[in-house]
Structures are given as C-alpha cells and as structure tokens.
C-alpha cells in the first residue's frame, strides 16, 4: 500500500513516528503550518517555523526516504493576534519556493472579522501564485462555518477544484462535493471521524476529488491512521486499486496542481537523493509497492 499524507503535522512528531510511517507504506506528505499551541508573540516565530517546515523537516523525512512537502499560511486561530498578522506580508517570500505546494492551513476557527480578513487575503494570495489551497473547518459550529468557507472561497475566484476544504464529516460532505473543491477527512483515534465511517461516506460519494489524512499534531492522533484507514477500506469491500486512489493518486492529483512535487519512485534511497520530480499529477510512473 503506497499512501501518501495530505495533511499532517511532523513538526509535532518523533523520529519513530517517520520511522513507523515509512515501514507502513507512507512514502509522501505535506505538512500545512498550523498553530503549535503555545502562542507566538511576533513574526520571527512563524519565520522560524517556515524555515523549519521547508528545511528541517525535509531532512528529517528524507531520512527515512518520505518525500516532505509543506503549505504556508497563518492559520485561523493566529489571525486574531495582532501580534501575528503581519506575518501575511512575509508570505510571498514563502509561496515561490519548491516543496512549498499549497497555500494552508486557513480558514475559520472562532469566525471573527480578523479571520475573515486573512482568510481573504490569503485565498488573494494562492490565486496570486496560482497554488492549490488547504481550508480548515471550525470544530464548533462546522455546519454554518463550512458553508461560510464555501460562499469565501466561491467569491475569491480561487478555482474550487484548487481547493480542498478539511476536516469534514457527514454533515457537510454534500455541501463541499456540490461546490466542486476537494473534501478533506481527518481520521482521529477518538473525535472527528473513524476508519468505518470513512468507508460509509466513501461508499456513498465515490472517491472522486476525496482526501483522507491523519492529521496527526500534538494532540492525541495517530500518523498511522492513513494506513488503517486503506486496511479497513479493503476489510469492507473497496478494490485495490479503489484504496490506491484515495490514498495516493488523489493527493498527488491535488497537491500536483502546484506543479512542485517531488516524488521518488520505489527507490531506497533518501527521497531528495536523485529523485525524479513529478509535475502536474503524472502518477502513472510510481510503480506500486
Ligand atoms: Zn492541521
């Protein structure tokens, strides 16, 4: 099983979590800058940690052969610290390098106008260097915020097919798939959502433009859950190639829209170590593991 992790956040984890992942099958990820808990208090915090997410965390995964990728943003929560917004004016040195393959994570935590007026200028930003988007939903009032994300993203004229919009369940499913963007699902040990009901959405929206990530941060998560997730999908009846899909070629699709993934194929060797750089979806030349 080949997977690829279209949202998880390394920053947080171990060595033996690479080392896990790697021997369960996940071979690429992206890493969206999100909030690490501790609030900071300036622009040079968030400058480090993009510097960490674009150098050091690419080394740490290349050690165990994981093609690391990364999107850039403030994310929502951030946005109402003063303190923290004018980090939006050093984006733009961020969104043209390599590995850098979406603008995220943004969107809504608490829907104020500070939250609004980033999440704008952030979709401004990703039309701007024409990147993929990665939007987080609240986890309080998902309902009304996902709809609000959507009527946001509609009117940026962000094509949505350049979007996905994270962390959905079985109450805003339908609204994302009718929209056009890619719908996120994060599977959590215990909240958000779990392997089976992952296969009953799958099973009634089809797996088109469907993304299915860990998630995995400082909280209680579980980097492994992609592969569970496939394990239990084959258990109730998806094909192979169904479960390759989801796991692989749709992220690679998604993330491809940038135009910088870099994937090794079935080599050994450190993922930055003489791969073949991909542009653009091309997933046919990964031979299955
Ligand atoms: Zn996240």
């Known amino acids: 099983m080949r997977i690829f992790d279209p949202h998880i956040h390394m920053t947080s984890r171990t060595t033996d979590d690479y080392e896990r992942m790697a021997a369960a099958g996940v071979r ?86 500070e939250e609004d007026t980033a999440f704008a200028a952030q979709l401004r930003l990703a039309a701007e260097f024409e990147l993929p988007v990665l939007v987080h939903t609240p986890h309080r009032n998902k309902v009304e915020g ?60 089809g797996t088109a433009r469907m993304l299915v990530n860990s998630a995995a941060d400082w909280g209680r998560s579980d980097p492994l859950k992609t592969r569970a997730t496939g394990l239990h999908l084959l258990s109730a009846g998806f094909g192979e190639d169904e479960v390759d899909r989801v796991l692989w070629r749709n992220p690679v699709d998604f993330y491809g829209q940038s135009g910088r993934l870099e994937l090794s194929g079935d080599s050994p060797e450190p993922a930055f170590a003489g791969n073949s750089i991909l542009r653009g979806g091309v997933d046919d030349e990964i031979p299955a593991r």
């Open 28 to 113: 690429a990820l992206v890493e969206p800058a999100f909030w690490l808990g501790q609030p900071r208090t300036g622009v040079g915090s968030f400058v480090d940690y993009f510097d960490a997410l674009i150098g050091w965390e690419r080394y740490r995964a290349g050690q165990f052969g994981i093609a690391h990728h990364c999107a850039i943003a403030l994310n929502p929560k951030e946005a109402n610290d003063p303190r923290c917004r004018p980090v939006l004016d050093v984006l733009p040195r961020y969104l043209g390098k390599d590995r850098v393959v979406a603008v995220g994570e943004v969107g809504y935590d608490s829907m104020t106008p």
């Open 146 to 205: 996902t709809r609000r994300t959507l009527d946001v993203i509609r009117e940026s004229g962000v094509p949505p097919e350049r979007v996905v919009v994270d962390h959905l369940n079985e109450l805003t499913v339908r609204m994302v798939a009718d929209s056009g963007c890619w719908m996120g699902f994060s599977i959590y040990p215990d909240t958000k959502m779990s392997e089976r009901r992952m296969a009953v959405i799958l099973r009634e929206h």
